[in-house]
């Protein structure tokens, strides 16, 4: 390599007298004039660098770009593959700092004056150069990617395995590493002990007393989620037109870079639609950190990925093969590349409105200073597909436009829902990221927040998914939440006296009834549906002796008012949205139980055998898939023209 010439500390601006970067780059053809122009407009409405804006509409390659602009500064260019930096120099504690400044420290010449690659030259990086390594350094160029590959290759084996063993090493309590404590397995052993004992001693007694615990518990449940839905509605479109207007008085070049992690497995099928919708959203594009997070063995959407030819706000990160391959290590993985300030998780196949970056600014900037997290509303493109998308439709409705904003009225921990949440990214770093133990992590992580003492948001914009289509598929992917959901009320009821005391007893008695509530029902729905079918076809012989008349007219207040209520709030749910032809469709509700008992009898199998497996949720089965796919590459096309 060509010896670099020494740099002072405020390189990164050319003399007066030499061509802008735009005029070098539409000289070499690499850009059309009408590219320079629009960059330049954007460039100072983004307030961000030329070079980022070409980068990230995608109008020259990176290689291109960054060689082109060391001979523009008057700098060696670097190809950091063929000639990687001396390890010795490099610090893993440092990795984070490397990424947010794009820099990384390369070589030592013989007379001891450090050489640093950059790929964001400038007063910014030679200023944090001079404050790290002082005023002795030279700088040379290399690309975005070579940095990003660089630190990945260097840091893989110390990256891979904080992102699985962070969390249980750092506060083990907090972690699903271990399942169950000794003092939850006495505590358990005891309580069916002194159930065996009362069934033995007392029979009648004891079921009396466990129905009428039931009975109190269904009633409170039932009480509970009228509560979070009364308190939701509560000026809820008037808080959503003050955020609507606060989003879009936002200006561009005000806004922070948001980094925007895609957990992908197997799903090559939906990445057009996925970049598509990340492309319509109304934000910076050269303020959007967009990694692919694909596991290393996953060649097919590895290749596919690579041959989409993405802009440069794409990066492709390349998770390393460890034991559990969960979402969440995934994204534990990821979290150590990102240079935002805040930090979303999307799915493959998620259409975010356009506008929702900027309301989550706007929220974070008009919340407390406590606030870590807001969660976006979730629901589904292909509502009308089928019964089951259908009833899928209706479960999300009710979950997100009125129980979650209820919680977070009412000041009870928030399960956050697995996508679409929106971090404050050193917060995340803080609390050591996902369980990757716990497959349903950002229900986990919500809860875990709160203990910490931070608050989550939940705005009024939306995410569009595709609702599972088929039964089976539907069950493999619902058994996994409620699954998660059994770990995390375990982890978070390990200590409950500081859950106690960190959220409130209505926060606690919340999470009991919103967490453990959800598993109990599933659990606990088909004995009672069996106890009421043997009851009805023994026309109420020798049932009375368990179900004395007190008790009895608990168990039918429950029974007919309870699930009305249930069928009521699942009617009122999709009228928030004005789907007026879902209604009917909370008159079945009973059979999608069913199927909701089906999961937790299989998620709770699982828990005892399988506690880590992720058992994957085949998506693209939708008929309306093949017509997003469509829209997404006819868009491609267009924007390649």
């Known amino acids: 390599m060509t010896k670099p010439e020494r740099l002072s500390l405020s390189a990164g601006t050319p003399a007066a007298n030499a061509p802008r970067l735009g005029d070098v780059l539409l000289e070499r053809g690499l850009i059309t004039p009408a590219q320079q122009a629009r960059a330049l407009d954007l460039s100072r409405s983004w307030r961000v660098r030329f070079g980022e804006v070409v980068i990230a509409m995608g109008w020259t390659k990176s290689l291109d770009l960054f060689r082109t602009l060391a001979a523009h500064l008057g700098a060696p260019f670097v190809d950091l593959l063929a000639e990687p930096p001396d390890a010795a120099l490099l610090h893993a504690e440092d990795a984070p700092q490397y990424m947010a400044q794009l820099l990384i420290p390369w070589r030592k010449r ?75 397995l006495i505590f358990i052993y005891a309580l069916l002990s002194l159930l065996a004992l009362g069934l033995i001693v007392s029979p009648v007694a004891t079921l009396i007393a466990a129905n009428t ?56 099928e939906v990445l ?63 979290m150590r590349f990102a240079r935002g300030e805040y930090l979303v998780i999307y799915d493959a196949e998620d259409k975010p409105e356009p506008d929702q970056l900027r309301k989550v600014v706007a929220a974070f900037q008009r919340s407390p200073a406590n606030t870590a997290c807001i969660q976006c ?17 209706l479960d999300y409705s009710l979950l997100f436009d009125l129980l979650l904003p209820g919680l977070e009225r009412l000041k009870v921990p928030i399960p956050l829902g697995g996508t679409s949440n929106h971090f404050r990214l050193d917060v995340l770093r803080e609390l050591n990221g996902w369980d990757p133990f716990n497959v349903t992590e950002d229900a986990d992580l919500g809860i875990r927040l709160t203990q910490k003492g931070y608050r989550v948001g939940v705005i009024d914009s939306t995410t569009y998914e595709e609702a599972n289509v088929a039964i089976g598929n539907w069950i493999r992917q619902r058994s996994r939440w409620i699954k998660g959901y059994m770990v995390t009320f375990l982890v978070h009821t390990r200590r409950p006296i500081h859950l106690v005391r960190a959220t409130g007893i209505g926060g606690a008695l919340g999470f009991t009834f919103f967490v453990g509530g959800t598993v109990l029902s599933a659990l606990l729905n088909p004995l ?110 267009e924007g390649n023209q």
């Open 110 to 184: 013989a007379d001891g004056v450090l050489i640093v690659a950059t790929a964001a030259p400038g007063e910014e990086t030679t200023a944090f150069i001079a404050r790290k390594w002082g005023l002795d350094v030279e700088i040379v160029i290399t690309s975005k990617f070579d940095i990003i590959w660089t630190i990945q290759r260097s840091f893989d084996r110390i990256q891979s395995h904080d992102a699985v063993h962070s969390l249980s090493e750092r506060d083990p309590l907090m972690s699903a590493k271990q399942i169950i404590t000794p003092e939850q």
């Open 213 to 268: 615990i039931m009975g109190l518990w269904y009633l409170g449940n039932f009480i509970f989620k009228g509560l979070l839905v009364w308190h939701s509605e509560q000026a809820q479109d008037a808080e959503g037109d003050q955020l609507s207007r606060a989003a879009q008085a936002l200006r561009d070049e005000d806004l922070p870079v948001v980094t925007v992690l895609v957990p992908m497995f197997r799903e090559p």
């Open 272 to 334: 057009p639609i996925l970049t598509h919708a990340l492309r319509n959203l109304q934000y910076p594009r050269s303020k959007l950190d967009i990694k692919l997070v694909l596991e290393a063995g996953d060649h097919e959407t590895i290749q596919a990925a690579q041959a989409l030819g993405l802009e440069g706000i794409f990066e492709i990160l390349r998770v390393p093969p460890s034991h559990p391959q969960t979402k969440p290590k995934a994204c534990n993985y990821a």
């Open 377 to 393: 509303r979730l629901n589904y493109y292909n509502a009308h597909e089928n019964w089951l998308t259908r009833m899928f439709t």
């Open 528 to 637: 009672y549906w069996l106890m009421l079918l043997l009851w009805t076809l023994s026309h109420a012989s020798g049932f009375e002796r368990f179900f004395p008349p007190l008790l009895g007219y608990l168990s039918l207040f429950n029974l007919l008012a309870g699930n009305g209520a249930f069928v009521y709030l699942s009617m009122l749910a999709p009228l928030r949205r004005r789907w007026v032809d879902l209604v009917p469709y909370s008159l079945s509700i009973f059979a999608y139980w069913g199927l909701m008992s089906v999961a937790a009898y299989k998620a709770l199998w699982q828990l005892v055998y399988k506690p880590f497996y992720w058992e994957k949720t085949q998506h693209g089965l939708s008929t309306h898939t093949a017509a997003e796919l469509a829209k997404a590459k006819a868009a491609m096309q």
